[in-house]
Each structure stands twice: as structure tokens, then as C-alpha cells.
């Protein structure tokens, strides 16, 4: 059956040039080619063969691959030609000689392939004049044709939103940006090796919630419609892993999406990545000392260091951190002691008024007192530091203090200004967790926390004391590849339909 390409012309000359040239090969997207070896094995196969030959003889024992990769660049030099093509680990030089090949089928590759084309080639590997391993290829084949053009390469391709929106053009032309998910990989799994290490149980719990909860956040609502009931996307998986502690495990993570209907900024993305652990006996101070044990232990595995830099600062990673008090840092910086105006919400939202904080005169005495952490104490945070011990009333599921009622045995971790982590001794106590439960209930606020009877009923079981601690992957990767927005290190990104 012909083939209709009148979509496909609508793009412009260049794109009809290349559906021109489709008829000139048996199969333009052939089902497999030969490839048996990588650019970097190629090269590192010829040094091997140089290394190794006699010292009585300079003849190199011939080293014969069969390679393939995207075609980035092409010389013609009459009746030979040099061609560099790209694979996943790096870039080789192929040579096509007229002679050897024959007069169709060199000039065939003159003629019919484009850059951007990915090209299967065998042949053997020598070294040019100008001292670069290279194949002598003694045929070639085209392993699948590229339609559009390649990006302009000498400049790189730079345009923000295009980079975001087409990241396989990003990934193309960009092989800083590749290096940059390579760690993000990296990251992941040496995270894994390290909670692994601790005997933590890697677990999976539900994405889709009949209930959701275990952060202040709006969430994404969706519908099953077989069971005709209303689900949510989760916005954390604490909740769940908590009922697994209940159920006798003593250490489990979970490394998962979460996702919150909030705005976007360099520090937000409505979908997201999160590591969460749990584990029993524990509390927020052991979850500080994991938390700056595994993140300079996934810099030196990932790295090959603890001393990073960050936006033109260098920051160390070396435990331990810092530890803040929450409410002697915001005296530090702003002068007011927050106890002064505990039960004074009118009185503390005057302060911040005088501070030219945008709050709603509703916000509790919690979230103003966050905010002022936020506004004032955050962004002075370069190396790593804990700031404990939070308002009781912005953290239902944390464990109150023993020495001040008001106040949790809770930790966010930051650093140059970012927070990276937040952690907790958990709230145990059912009859207590049922009481905050209710209690925000009555605030007017749609991130608040919503009443989880299942949940309470597990912790009616009885669940051991327990530290518990997220991490937010992305901007763990954030810092540790040197990138401002979260949106360099997220693959596909939520963008705004084009118009």
C-alpha cells in the first residue's frame, strides 16, 4: 500500500528532501543491523592492540568492529570521506574510500544519507595522520533515517522552553545535559545502595488512594470507574509505610512519585520524586544522622567527593551538619521571639505585617512563624544545616516535644537555602493523632491534613516509636549536579500546552 506523506511534507524542503531518499533503500528502518561494539570499546580496543605488539614489530594485529551510531558530521574529500557518528557513550571517526567500497556504493552514502541518520558500520580500526582510532569501513548499512534535520550543533541548542519541551533535541545536542541524568541514575541507585547497606526493605505502596494524606498539599483527583469511586493521586506514601511498621517491619523505603496540584517554580514541579524511610526504635535525631550519612555518602559514590559547588559557592557535605533551633533563628534574624505571640495570632500576623509579609490574617500561628523561617532564616543557609523543632500546629503527624507543648521533635534539612529533606519522630499515640486529625478539620485551609480513620485505626494496634524521613530526589540531584532549576534535572518536565 502507498504511503501517504503529505503530513509529513507539510514540514518544509529539508524534511522533503530526506522522503525523497526514503526509495533509495531496500529498508529505511530495518527490523536489526550489526553492532557489536561501542564507540568507546572501539577505541579502547585499538590502544589495547597498540599496547600490546612486539617490540621487534610495529604491525598492530588488525582489530575488526562492527559499530553504529547517529551520523553528527560529514567530510568529503573526493573520492574519500570521513564521518563521525555518535552512540551512547561517545563519538568515533568512520572512513568511507571510494576503492575499497566501489562507485555505487560510495556514492550511495554521498547522496542518500543526512545527518542525524543512524548508520551500522564494519570494517577495522587504524589511526589516522592527525593521530585519531578510527574505522576503515568495508560496508555499512543505514540503521534508520532521520526525517528532520539535526539542531545546530555549533551552537548548541539553547532556547529554555524548547529545551524543556523537545528534551530528546536537548539530549542531542547537549551531552552536558545527558551527563546529567547519568548521575541523576547515579544518585538513585547509590541511595538505594546505602539504605540497603542499613538493612531498610525497599517496599512499594499505592499510588492511586482512596484517602490520601501525609503532607500539607492539594492533591489530583481522579475517578475508577469500575469500582465507581473517587480516587487521588498521592501526594506522599507516609502514611501507608507507617502501617507497614505497624505490621512488623522495623526499616522500609520507598523511592516513588508524589503528586501535589501546586504552582511550578525552579523548586517545584507538580509531579515529583521522593525517597521516604521508616524506621522503628528511632527518632528525628537518628533520621539527622541518616539523612547527612546518606547524602554525603551518595556524593562520594557518585562524585568522588563531599566538597561540591553550587551556583559559584562550595559547599561541604562531611558530617555532621549544623543543628538550628527553629525559634532562635528567627530571633536571630528578625527579633521576634515567637513565643511571645504564642496564642496571639493577631499579634504575630502584625509583625510580619510590619515585614511586609503577604498572609492571610487566617494563617495560624504555625504557618506565620513558617514563613518568617522561610523569608528570613532559609536563604542564609549555605552548608548544610538542620533547623528543629517546628510549630505543633503545621505538623499533625510529628511526635509534640517533651520540653515545650507547642512545639514537635521535627527537622528540615537545607542547604544553600534549598530544602532537601523533612523529617519527624512520628506521632504513635492514636488517640492523640485522631485529636489532630480534628482538628484540622476546622482550619479553612485546602492543604490541610484530612481525616485517615484506616490510619488511625492501624495505629490503634500499636506502633514501636519511630523516625521517619523524606527526601526530595529531584532537588538532591539539584544540588548535587550544580543545577538552579528543578526543571534540568526532571527528563520531561510539565509544560503549558502550545498554542
Given at each position: 500500500?502507498?504511503?501517504?506523506?503529505?503530513?509529513?511534507?507539510?514540514?518544509?524542503?529539508?524534511?522533503?528532501?530526506?522522503?525523497?531518499?526514503?526509495?533509495?533503500?531496500?529498508?529505511?528502518?530495518?527490523?536489526?543491523?550489526?553492532?557489536?561494539?561501542?564507540?568507546?570499546?572501539?577505541?579502547?580496543?585499538?590502544?589495547?592492540?597498540?599496547?600490546?605488539?612486539?617490540?621487534?614489530?610495529?604491525?598492530?594485529?588488525?582489530?575488526?568492529?562492527?559499530?553504529?551510531?547517529?551520523?553528527?558530521?560529514?567530510?568529503?574529500?573526493?573520492?574519500?570521506?570521513?564521518a563521525?557518528?555518535?552512540?551512547?557513550?561517545?563519538?568515533?571517526?568512520?572512513?568511507?574510500?571510494?576503492?575499497?567500497?566501489?562507485?555505487?556504493?560510495?556514492?550511495?552514502?554521498?547522496?542518500?544519507?543526512?545527518?542525524?541518520?543512524?548508520?551500522?558500520?564494519?570494517?577495522?580500526?587504524?589511526?589516522?595522520?592527525?593521530?585519531?582510532?578510527?574505522?576503515?569501513v568495508?560496508?555499512?548499512?543505514?540503521?534508520?533515517?532521520?526525517?528532520?534535520?539535526?539542531?545546530?550543533?555549533?551552537?548548541?541548542?539553547?532556547?529554555?522552553?524548547?529545551?524543556?519541551?523537545?528534551?530528546?533535541?536537548?539530549?542531542?545536542?547537549?551531552?552536558?545535559?545527558?551527563?546529567?541524568?547519568?548521575?541523576?541514575?547515579?544518585?538513585?541507585?547509590?541511595?538505594?545502595?546505602?539504605?540497603?547497606?542499613?538493612?531498610?526493605?525497599?517496599?512499594?505502596?499505592?499510588?492511586?488512594?482512596?484517602?490520601?494524606?501525609?503532607?500539607?498539599?492539594?492533591?489530583?483527583?481522579?475517578?475508577?470507574?469500575?469500582?465507581?469511586?473517587?480516587?487521588?493521586?498521592?501526594?506522599?506514601?507516609?502514611?501507608?509505610?507507617?502501617?507497614?511498621?505497624?505490621?512488623?517491619?522495623?526499616?522500609?523505603?520507598?523511592?516513588?512519585?508524589?503528586?501535589?496540584?501546586?504552582?511550578?517554580s525552579?523548586?517545584?514541579?507538580?509531579?515529583?520524586?521522593?525517597?521516604?524511610?521508616?524506621?522503628?526504635?528511632?527518632?528525628?535525631?537518628?533520621?539527622?544522622?541518616?539523612?547527612?550519612?546518606?547524602?554525603?555518602?551518595?556524593?562520594?559514590?557518585?562524585?568522588?567527593?563531599?566538597?561540591?559547588?553550587?551556583?559559584?559557592?562550595?559547599?561541604?557535605?562531611?558530617?555532621?551538619?549544623?543543628?538550628?533551633?527553629?525559634?532562635?533563628?528567627v530571633?536571630?534574624?528578625?527579633?521576634?521571639?515567637?513565643?511571645?505571640?504564642?496564642?496571639?495570632?493577631?499579634?504575630?500576623?502584625?509583625?510580619?505585617?510590619?515585614?511586609?509579609?503577604?498572609?492571610?490574617?487566617?494563617?495560624?500561628?504555625?504557618?506565620?512563624?513558617?514563613?518568617?523561617?522561610?523569608?528570613?532564616?532559609?536563604p542564609?543557609i549555605?552548608?548544610?544545616?538542620?533547623?528543629?523543632?517546628?510549630?505543633?500546629?503545621?505538623?499533625?503527624?510529628?511526635?509534640?516535644?517533651?520540653?515545650?507543648p507547642?512545639?514537635?521533635?521535627?527537622?528540615?534539612?537545607?542547604?544553600?537555602?534549598?530544602?532537601?529533606?523533612?523529617?519527624?519522630?512520628?506521632?504513635?499515640?492514636?488517640?492523640?493523632?485522631?485529636?489532630?486529625?480534628?482538628?484540622?478539620?476546622?482550619?479553612?485551609?485546602?492543604?490541610a491534613?484530612?481525616?485517615d480513620?484506616?490510619?488511625?485505626?492501624?495505629?490503634?494496634?500499636?506502633?514501636?516509636?519511630t523516625?521517619?524521613?523524606?527526601?526530595g530526589?529531584?532537588?538532591?540531584?539539584?544540588?548535587?549536579?550544580?543545577?538552579?532549576?528543578?526543571?534540568?534535572?526532571?527528563?520531561?518536565?510539565?509544560?503549558?500546552?502550545?498554542?
Open positions: 500500500m502507498e504511503q501517504d506523506l503529505t503530513y509529513f511534507k507539510n514540514f518544509g524542503e529539508q524534511i522533503e528532501q530526506r522522503l525523497s531518499k526514503l526509495a533509495s533503500f531496500e529498508s529505511a528502518y530495518p527490523p536489526r543491523v550489526i553492532r557489536q561494539h561501542t564507540a568507546t570499546e572501539s577505541i579502547k580496543m585499538y590502544e589495547a592492540a597498540e599496547a600490546n605488539r612486539s617490540a621487534e614489530s610495529e604491525q598492530i594485529s588488525p582489530v575488526t568492529v562492527a559499530v553504529a551510531g547517529r551520523l553528527v558530521a560529514v567530510r568529503i574529500m573526493g573520492k574519500s570521506t570521513f563521525h557518528i555518535e552512540d551512547g557513550t561517545g563519538r568515533l571517526q568512520i572512513y568511507f574510500k571510494k576503492d575499497d567500497l566501489g562507485d555505487d556504493s560510495y556514492a550511495a552514502f554521498k547522496r542518500d544519507f543526512d545527518l542525524g541518520d543512524f548508520v551500522a558500520a564494519q570494517g577495522y580500526l587504524f589511526r589516522t595522520r592527525t593521530g585519531e582510532v578510527s574505522v576503515h568495508t560496508a555499512y548499512q543505514l540503521a534508520a533515517k532521520a526525517l528532520r534535520p539535526l539542531p545546530e550543533k555549533w551552537h548548541g541548542l539553547k532556547d529554555t522552553e524548547t529545551r524543556y519541551r523537545y528534551r530528546y533535541l536537548d539530549l542531542i545536542s547537549n551531552p552536558e545535559v545527558r551527563d546529567v541524568f547519568v548521575k541523576r541514575s547515579k544518585i538513585v541507585t547509590a541511595m538505594r545502595k546505602y539504605l540497603d547497606g542499613q538493612g531498610f526493605l525497599e517496599v512499594e505502596t499505592p499510588t492511586l488512594q482512596s484517602v490520601y494524606g501525609g503532607a500539607m498539599a492539594k492533591p489530583f483527583l481522579t475517578h475508577h470507574n469500575a469500582l465507581d469511586m473517587q480516587l487521588f493521586l498521592r501526594i506522599s506514601d507516609e502514611l501507608y509505610l507507617k502501617r507497614l511498621i505497624v505490621g512488623g517491619f522495623e526499616k522500609v523505603y520507598e523511592i516513588c512519585k508524589d503528586f501535589r496540584n501546586e504552582g511550578i525552579t523548586k517545584h514541579n507538580p509531579e515529583f520524586t521522593m525517597m521516604e524511610c521508616y524506621w522503628a526504635y528511632a527518632d528525628y535525631e537518628s533520621m539527622m544522622r541518616l539523612t547527612e550519612e546518606m547524602t554525603a555518602f551518595v556524593a562520594q559514590e557518585v562524585l568522588g567527593t563531599t566538597q561540591i559547588t553550587f551556583n559559584g559557592q562550595t559547599i561541604d557535605l562531611t558530617p555532621p551538619w549544623q543543628r538550628l533551633n527553629l525559634a532562635e533563628s530571633k536571630q534574624y528578625t527579633g521576634i521571639d515567637i513565643f511571645e505571640t504564642y496564642g496571639d495570632v493577631e499579634g504575630l500576623w502584625a509583625e510580619c505585617q510590619q515585614k511586609k509579609l503577604e498572609l492571610s490574617p487566617q494563617a495560624s500561628w504555625g504557618k506565620l512563624v513558617d514563613e518568617l523561617l522561610s523569608k528570613y532564616v532559609e542564609t549555605v552548608n548544610p544545616a538542620f533547623i528543629h523543632t517546628y510549630p505543633l500546629d503545621i505538623s499533625p503527624l510529628a511526635k509534640q516535644s517533651p520540653t515545650d507547642r512545639m514537635v521533635e521535627r527537622f528540615e534539612a537545607f542547604v544553600v537555602g534549598m530544602e532537601i529533606g523533612n523529617a519527624y519522630s512520628e506521632l504513635n499515640d492514636p488517640v492523640a493523632q485522631r485529636q489532630r486529625l480534628l482538628e484540622q478539620q476546622a482550619v479553612s485551609d485546602e492543604e491534613h484530612i481525616m480513620d484506616d490510619y488511625v485505626m492501624a495505629l490503634m494496634q500499636g506502633m514501636p516509636p523516625g521517619g524521613l523524606g527526601i530526589v529531584d532537588r538532591l540531584v539539584m544540588l548535587l549536579t550544580d543545577q538552579q532549576s528543578i526543571r534540568e534535572v526532571i527528563l520531561f518536565p510539565h509544560m503549558r500546552p502550545r498554542e
